[in-house]
């Protein structure tokens, strides 16, 4: 099994920066493709941005040239960031990280990201 475990989101105003971070623990190994995703209330979960084992990455269109993902793949951990900048009201949701490994995916609990003035 595989444990998630997100920190970084919070409260920021228009145009500041967030680091998003996520801890995975447990059967690490096998991991391939890691990821965050968002939840905006009333709307359907959306891909933010992954990350593979190769470090290929692959962004939404909306966050293009504002967010980085990233990853630490040191001696039996495993954590991978999500650098927001030039934040916008609209990117207020829920974060989510994702993992995805042979046998299934796996989701963390969520954390807040909140863009007003």
């Known amino acids: 099994q595989v444990q998630l475990a997100e920190s970084g989101g919070g409260l920021v105003q228009p145009g500041g920066s967030l680091r998003l971070s996520c801890a995975a623990s447990?059967?690490?190994?096998?991991?391939?493709?890691m990821g965050w995703y968002r939840q905006a209330p009333g709307k359907q979960r959306e891909l933010v941005a992954t990350?593979?084992?190769?470090?290929?990455?692959?962004?939404a269109d909306s966050v293009k040239g504002r967010f980085t993902i990233s990853r630490d793949n040191a001696k039996n951990t495993l954590t991978w960031y999500l650098q927001m900048n030039s934040l916008k009201p609209e990117d207020t949701a829920v974060y989510y990280c994702?993992?995805?490994?042979?046998?299934?995916?796996?989701w963390g609990q969520g954390t807040q990201v909140t863009v007003s003035s």
């Open positions: 990350i593979t084992s190769g470090d290929s990455t692959n962004y």
């Open positions: 994702n993992a995805q490994r042979p046998l299934g995916v796996n």
């Open positions: 447990g059967i690490i190994f096998n991991i391939y493709n």
